[in-house]
């Protein structure tokens, strides 16, 4: 492949595909890269390996699509949080604030019967956020909370938390309670609920989907529940960070980044060691020269 003369459409489309979290996003990559892969003919064997390597990523995700699918459909993204609490609590509210779904949002109870899956993007992350019914509805599905990799606890009152807490014997401890229809409280109901919030140690967020208070917090929190490392990068030859992040286990150092995106090391000129750690949101600089 490297013979071949490259676009820098192109090269921007291998490199988003190298930074791909799942098939769904790589299939799009590919595409992208096949449409600005050179035409000549020394590009036609490129554009038939690409063709072949979509081909069987198509394949694989139809497989998964029919195997993969928990009982109630749901095709489980990397990174995927589902949204959980008492009937009325909101749920479908936040799903429609976060993402691209078009949940059915009523006063009435039990208005969701059946789970919604919806994408939200955020700092060049794609996270899957499911609403589900009710958590004490007949329709509500346990084995979703036990897989998933967070809870969103949506409740009004921290009163409310007892009777969720009883149907997640089983589920994952990473949670982020979101206290939502803050508009609905006195300042004082706030400042008590926050205390007993604060004095539990729970991590939790005060928000409203009616006015959208405390939203970038909310999808702050939401992403650091995570625990992953996004770090933002400007290969060589490249005027701009990328806005998309390379996307690392915790502790992850110069190297393990450099072999993600598949730079030699060797050629690497340093100012800090290969071996430094990472933070999240760090900016790295490669230069080869
Ligand atoms: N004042 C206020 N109303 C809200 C807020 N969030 C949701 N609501 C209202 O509360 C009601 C229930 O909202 P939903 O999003 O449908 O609640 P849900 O948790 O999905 O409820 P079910 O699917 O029926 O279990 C609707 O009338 C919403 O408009 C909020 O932050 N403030
Ligand atoms: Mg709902």
Do not use: W
């Not at 490297?2 to 988003?16: D, G, M, R, V, Y």
């Not at 019914?133 to 346990?142: L, R």
């Not at 917090?217 to 490392?229: G, V």
Request: proline share 4%; aromatic share 6%; hydrophobic share 35%.
């Amino acid at each position: 492949m490297a013979s071949t003369n490259q676009s820098p459409e192109f090269l921007s489309a291998q490199k988003k595909y190298m930074l791909c979290t799942n098939d769904r996003e790589r299939v799009l990559a590919l595409e992208e890269m096949i449409s600005y892969a050179p035409k000549h003919k020394a590009g036609e064997s490129m554009r038939a390996n690409l063709r072949t390597r979509l081909k069987k990523l198509i394949e694989k995700q139809e497989k998964h699509s029919k195997k993969g699918r928990g009982k109630q459909g749901i095709q489980k993204e990397d990174l995927q949080a589902i949204l959980i609490g008492l009937t009325n609590s909101g749920k479908s509210s936040i799903l429609a604030n976060l993402t691209n779904a078009k949940p059915k949002i009523s006063s009435s109870l039990y208005t969701t019967l059946l789970p919604l899956v919806g994408t939200m993007f955020y700092q060049g992350l794609y996270i899957q956020i499911v609403d589900l019914p009710a958590i004490n509805h007949e329709s509500f599905d346990q084995s979703l909370a036990n897989t998933t990799d967070l809870l969103l606890i949506v409740i009004t009152n921290p009163r409310e938390l007892e009777e969720i807490e009883k149907f997640l014997k089983h589920a994952t401890d990473n949670r982020l309670i979101i206290l939502n229809k803050s508009d609905q409280l006195s300042a004082e109901e706030k400042r008590k609920f926050q205390a007993h919030l604060q004095s539990k140690k729970y991590n939790f967020v005060i928000y409203s989907s009616l006015t959208q208070e405390n939203e970038p917090i909310l999808k702050e929190k939401l992403i650091s529940c995570f625990n992953i490392l996004r770090v933002y990068t400007k290969s060589p030859g490249q005027k701009q960070v990328d806005d998309r992040p390379v996307l690392l286990p915790p502790e992850s150092t110069i190297e393990d980044l450099a072999k993600k995106i598949r730079i030699p090391s060797s050629s690497i000129k340093q100012s800090v060691g290969l071996n430094h750690v990472l933070k999240d949101k760090d900016i790295v600089e490669f230069k080869t020269e």
